[in-house]
């Protein structure tokens, strides 16, 4: 039961910040607001980390943008009124696709958006822009991940078990994941799993706070993720430790499997990724004698040009170790930003429709167009991803409104992607500050944030949680819902979106995910505030919700998981003379994204 009040002036919340979305209270105190972690919230549990203790503080900073501003013949910027900038805006897009046809104009949000946000930005590419082109920027954070989890699986949800059974599991394969320094709090389920008597083994090329906490290290090669993975499924089925029964009954293509792991003895396998031999050996055995084998993923294998790949690798291991669906067991993946789980649910992606459904299914695609009330073919087809959007920056995309993302800074190649930004004939960017990406802009738009408006996240477990408005924004500011339904109306399809809060938009997002994969129509506000946040699929108002997937049978036309062939490729630019340094990616404590 969520305890939502401690004093009679504080609100229990969330952080802003990363994928667990912890629960915090709210409590003012001279000048703004204080946080206190939420003791009673089952995710935290109490913990905080730098991030959620310091959350409070962007929300008075000095910096902040409190009106809008468009871009002068001088090239300075000119404070001006909401009316006066959403009518430029509106004049340029429209200007733009009369001259150039509607997918002329893109949207590119972002995963730490809520799900009410994400669904109304998609909407309103669609809708109100008519365009096709929409995406984020969490295809560049675990889209790898998500793609593998869909062609294995049939369906993406990062961790398909509540956190709870990481405490449960007996041996845990962690891969390229630094939980000690991104989400500190989680840590207390390792610890418990410890206690109880479980191993953890990390997979790292660096010797993070995490592999240097875990029982084992494996200090693999960067780019060798998928030959250990197929390192381990060789021992695995050389000495008889995977589960034939569940082979048998729940899967399909093991036998691809078999035959590309064949060719990763151990020796060859060490000389791949650098882990020794007899190391793969023992990995293999500890994960394929222990009730409870649990394998866990994150940025490490899924952020490489072969990031599928790698996943399926290891979807591959916890299939023929019978380990999916079962409690205290399985295969997941640690979903980063706040919102990266629903930010890739709910229609912001180019190819996807509410849901989770696919934009290019005729059946999901006259559902949403009776939800919006559009003829079925108003509604676009694909679009570009979000490197294609980017891309395509300047010739085929001439306007981009930015919600939620500095793509300037987090998308790879800022240099480039700098150049083409300034090359467009209107960037529009929603935000809090005036961002590196905001600073190219011709209009800017002050953004409310997190505490300052209300809302629905969906943390790394698929647990809905709801986000409370607990202060207005400051005077001039206006939350992203009043924004784009404004610049609805100012395109001349204000009748399609006449939300005037977030629980509106809540209630379309129900009924348009009713009976798609991602299914939040059982899911209120009300049943949020009860229950501590509820897991998807909730397919009905009686229903308690979803904290374990695949107990039975996988979401795919055969019921059954499929297994894929992985074989390793080398990394398409290896060291060399000229560029003898290697380069990964990682994140630090004090900093989010
Ligand atoms: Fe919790 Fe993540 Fe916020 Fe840290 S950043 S307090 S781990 S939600």
């Known amino acids: 039961m969520c305890i939502a009040i401690v004093s009679a002036s504080s609100i229990a919340t969330h952080c802003p910040y990363c994928a667990l979305q912890c629960g915090i209270h709210l409590l003012p105190e001279p000048g703004g607001l204080r946080v206190e972690p939420n003791a009673h919230f089952p995710v935290n549990k109490g913990g905080l980390c730098v991030k959620g203790w310091s959350s409070a503080a962007v929300l008075t900073h000095p910096d902040r943008l409190r009106t809008p501003l468009i871009r002068q013949a001088d090239g300075t910027f000119a404070p001006a009124s909401w009316d006066e900038a959403l009518q430029c805006i ?43 082109n929409i995406d984020y920027n969490g295809r560049f954070c675990m889209s790898s991940a998500a793609a593998a989890a869909n062609k294995a699986f049939g369906i993406d949800r990062g961790l398909p078990f509540p956190l709870a059974d990481i405490a449960e599991a007996t041996t845990i394969l962690l891969v390229g994941g630094n939980p000690a320094e991104t989400m500190p709090p989680i840590m207390q389920y390792f ?101 409870r084998p649990m394998i866990i993923t994150a940025r490490g294998p899924e952020q490489q040009a072969q990031g599928v790949n790698n996943v399926l690798a290891f979807i591959n291991l916890a299939l023929a170790l019978g380990a999916v669906g079962r409690p205290g067991s399985g295969f997941g993946t640690l979903t980063g930003q706040g919102n990266g789980q629903g930010g890739r649910e709910h229609g912001q992606k180019a190819d996807q429709l509410p849901g989770y459904r696919s934009i290019t299914d005729p059946a999901a ?39 939620g993302s500095n793509p300037v800074v987090s998308a790879p190649d800022a240099s480039r992607i700098e150049r083409r930004l300034a090359s467009l004939d209107t960037l529009v960017v929603s935000d809090f500050f005036l961002s590196e990406t905001a600073r190219l802009a011709h209009v800017v738009l002050p953004s409310a944030q997190w505490a300052e408006e209300g809302g629905t996240m969906t943390n790394l477990e698929g647990r809905v949680i709801l986000r409370r408005r607990s202060q207005p924004p400051p005077d001039g500011v206006r939350t992203d819902i009043e924004t784009l339904c404004a610049l609805a109306a100012a395109l001349g399809r204000g009748a399609w979106f006449r939300h005037e809060r977030e629980g509106e938009v809540f209630e379309e997002l129900r009924r348009a995910t009713a009976g798609g994969p991602a299914d939040y129509s059982g899911i209120t506000y009300d049943k949020l505030d009860a229950h ?62």
């Open 532 to 593: 501590d946040g509820i897991h998807w699929p909730c397919p009905a108002p009686d229903h308690a919700g979803t904290p374990r997937l695949f107990a039975d049978r996988f979401p795919t036309p055969t019921g059954k998981a499929r297994f894929h062939a992985t074989p390793h490729r080398d990394i398409a630019d290896p060291c060399s003379t000229e560029y003898p340094l290697r380069l990964t990616t990682g994140r630090v404590l004090a900093q989010y994204q």
């Open 365 to 403: 695609r006259a559902h949403m167009a009776a939800i919006w009330n559009v003829p079925e073919a108003e509604v676009p087809g694909p679009g570009r991803s979000a490197f294609e959007l980017l891309d395509a920056l300047g010739t085929e995309v001439r306007a981009l409104l930015v919600v």
């Open 90 to 132: 509106a004049s340029r897009f429209s200007a733009t696709q009369r001259a150039h046809g509607r997918d002329a104009v893109g949207v590119f949000g972002g995963g730490s958006l809520t799900n009410e946000k994400v669904y109304l930005l998609g909407k309103f590419a669609r809708v109100a822009l008519g365009t096709s």
């Open 191 to 291: 610890e418990a799993q410890q206690r109880h008597g479980g191993r953890l083994i990390v997979a790292d090329p660096r010797r993070t706070a995490t592999a240097q906490w875990a029982g084992l290290h494996l200090r693999v090669r960067p780019g060798t993720d998928a030959a250990l993975a197929n390192g381990l499924l060789h021992v695995l089925i050389r000495d008889g430790l995977v589960d034939d029964r569940y082979i048998a009954e729940r899967t399909l293509g093991f036998d691809d499997a078999r035959r590309m792991a064949a060719q990763y003895w151990p020796e060859r396998t060490e000389r791949i990724t650098g882990v020794p031999e007899a190391t793969i050996i023992e990995v293999a055995r500890a994960l394929g004698t222990t009730p």
